[in-house]
């Protein structure tokens, strides 16, 4: 076979008697395993009418070996070999309960049995490979016939640990019944009503077992409640026979074990609700069996029988059915019922999953995940908008030149600190003190003037020299004026932000020139710039604080008083100005035009908002939602 290890025919096993045990008497063979396998694969092949059948053995860090296969002479068809790895490989990840042996994924006709017996010494894994005849069944008559085919090695082994079962259920009588009721189970799976295929099942039990009344009770919450019972279609679920039979039931689903009443004298079960519903019915024997699926016992069948007890090929018998029908019949009490009770049995047994103590690990990890998601999502945080701050005095003076003239002192420097009334720039008042003194001159003389042709009586001439003395003595005034502010002082303390002049001494400026810029150190605004992405949150009267960069570590609060309605580009992208105050005490170390970052209270948001909305309002942009 292309792809897996292939053994000789050594493997293959001796040839077949004359007459071939059926898969029910294998249970019981009392034959070595040379014998046991080949009869083994000949009876799951014919109850699956199997077109091939392959045995593969996994050992070691060795590849898969095919370790034999039925028929013989199977012949070889295309597909077969990768098929049979990725079964095999899949059903080593299947759940080692019966129902799970089916290995997930199967495709086509083809199915994977984990066997929890191996032929292989020392194997670590041994799965059957059937490709399957038509005619079989669905997907759910394959899990019931991959389970008995399973449980059949499983018992062979424990026959030959353990005292056998009694002759009789190796008989041929025995296998016929075990072959129909392998068909009563295929039969369950072909059934689409729960109530019908349960009365059915009953119903062929009373028969099949010769019993009285056979009955059954479906797990529900902390109780069993009937649900069928056989040659019955309508019962009284109140009478007090229904309570005790469902409290009977309770006690075999409580044990999950087999009970069967009377007791065996070496018996240590609890019967005390059996005694308690055989001797008020006036049954002879009872026997209970628990159907189980991969969630637990779903079911207990109760058969009550007057004439004889229970033998232990019987009880075998209806424990392989039980195990091959659990399923089916588990599969239509989910289906047929309504949506509301589906969803309520759903999230039942989630809840049950949820709290029960499996998969602890991930348990503590996803209420880990979940408190953590709640956390973010419920506990509120405050959310803060983070802008850049730049300090700026709330005065700024520009200095010009108060008339034309030449630079004769400069006492101050960029960055220099003056206090009000400090002689920043004094200009050169050399000519002014000269303009000054003919000033004066002809203002006098104009005033002799006047006072000679006022004592001749010459009033023309007298209001023409008035005029000239007034004229002469407003060049006086402004003669005087420049001279009085050729020393440039600071109106208000300050700091020097612009002008160098100290290099250009004696030059010339003249009038209107700006010479200095003043910046006010007695009162500050601060100047925020929010990002257009932002300023919907900002608004007047928001709070906040703030640290500049040279000392980071001490923070201000702050206050926003207005936002300039037009945004404003700075380093290519648009801003909002906003302008704030402080509460706090100016620092003797701040300057005007010292940047830091600020923030800005907007609220409590939620943690997951926070961290989500930039991303979300990106998405959003990009894709118009």
């Known amino acids: 076979m292309s792809g897996v290890e292939l053994a000789g025919d050594r493997h293959r096993g001796p040839a077949r008697s004359q007459r071939s045990p059926g898969l029910a008497e294998l249970g019981t063979f009392d034959g070595d395993a040379e014998l046991f396998w080949p009869a083994y694969l000949e009876a799951v092949g014919t109850a699956l009418a199997a077109r091939r059948m392959l045995v593969l053995a996994l050992v070691g860090d060795q590849p898969w070996q095919a370790w034999s296969q039925w028929p013989a002479a199977a012949q070889e068809v295309a597909g077969d070999a990768a098929q049979a790895l990725g079964l095999a490989s899949r059903a080593l990840q299947a759940s080692p309960l019966w129902e799970d042996r089916l290995a997930p994924g199967a495709t086509g006709d083809a199915l994977a049995i984990r066997l929890p017996t191996s032929p292989v010494p020392q194997a670590d894994a041994t799965v059957l490979v059937v490709w399957v005849g038509p005619g079989v069944g669905g997907r759910t008559a394959l899990l019931a016939l991959a389970a008995l085919a399973a449980d059949v090695t499983e018992r062979w082994a424990h026959s030959r640990q353990t005292p056998a079962v009694p002759q009789a259920a190796a008989s041929p009588e025995m296998a016929e019944r075990l072959y129909e009721i392998l068909q009563l189970s295929i039969g369950l799976a072909d059934e689409t009503r729960f109530m019908r295929a349960a009365l059915s099942l009953c119903n062929d039990l009373a028969v099949r077992f010769r ?16 649900v069928a019972m056989s040659h ?16 009977a039931m309770e006690e075999c689903w409580k044990q999950d074990a087999e009970l069967a009443w009377p007791a065996p ?19 002879g024997h009872l026997l209970s069996v628990p159907l189980r699926t991969s969630g637990g016992v779903v079911a207990v069948l109760m058969l009550d029988r007057r004439a004889a007890a229970f033998a232990a090929e019987e009880t075998f018998e209806l424990r392989l059915l039980c195990e091959s029908a659990a399923r089916p019949l588990s599969q239509l009490r989910e289906t047929d019922r309504w949506f509301g009770a589906r969803l309520a049995s759903r999230l039942s047994r989630w809840r049950t999953e949820l709290i029960g103590p499996r998969h602890v690990a991930w348990k503590l990890a ?52 003056v206090q009000p009334g400090a002689v920043m720039v004094t200009l050169d008042t050399r000519e002014l003190v000269l303009e000054e003194s003919m000033a004066v001159a002809d203002e006098l003389r104009m005033r002799r003037e006047v006072e000679k042709s006022q004592a001749v009586r010459q009033f023309g001439d007298m209001q023409i020299s008035l005029a000239r003395q007034q004229q002469s003595a407003s060049k006086l005034e402004l003669i005087r004026h420049q001279l009085k502010h050729a020393q440039i002082k600071a109106p208000f303390a300050g700091v020097v932000v612009e002008g160098e002049l100290k290099k250009n001494l004696g030059a010339p400026v003249r009038k209107g020139d700006m010479l200095l810029k003043l910046a006010s150190t007695g009162q500050m605004v601060l100047e925020l710039e929010v990002d257009q992405a932002d300023v919907h949150e900002v608004a007047p009267g928001m709070q906040g604080e703030f640290a500049l960069v040279g000392r980071p570590d001490q923070r201000y609060p702050i206050v926003v008083e207005r936002i300039d309605p037009v945004a404003t580009q700075r380093e290519g992208r648009n801003v909002f100005v ?36 930039r991303t979300v309002r990106f998405i959003r942009q990009a894709l118009w939602i």
């Open 265 to 283: 004298d070496d018996g240590t079960q609890v019967l005390r609700a059996h005694e308690i519903y055989a001797r008020g019915q006036g049954s």
């Open 232 to 247: 019955v279609e309508n019962f009284d679920r109140r009478a007090s026979a229904s309570r005790e039979l469902e409290d």
């Open 211 to 226: 019993s009285d009344r056979v009955s059954l009770g479906w797990v529900q919450g902390p109780y069993v409640r009937l």
């Open 366 to 417: 996803g209420a880990g995940v979940a408190t953590l998601v709640a956390i973010l999502a419920f506990v509120p945080w405050t959310y803060w908008i983070d802008t850049t701050l730049t300090l700026r005095g709330k005065d700024v003076l520009f200095v010009p030149a108060p008339f034309d003239g030449f630079l004769r002192e400069v006492n101050v420097e960029v960055g220099d600190v």
């Open 578 to 613: 906003a302008r704030a105050r402080t509460d706090a005490a100016l620092q003797a170390w701040w300057r005007p035009g010292m940047g830091g970052a600020a923030r800005l209270d907007a609220g409590p948001r939620s943690l997951l908002w926070i961290m989500t909305h």
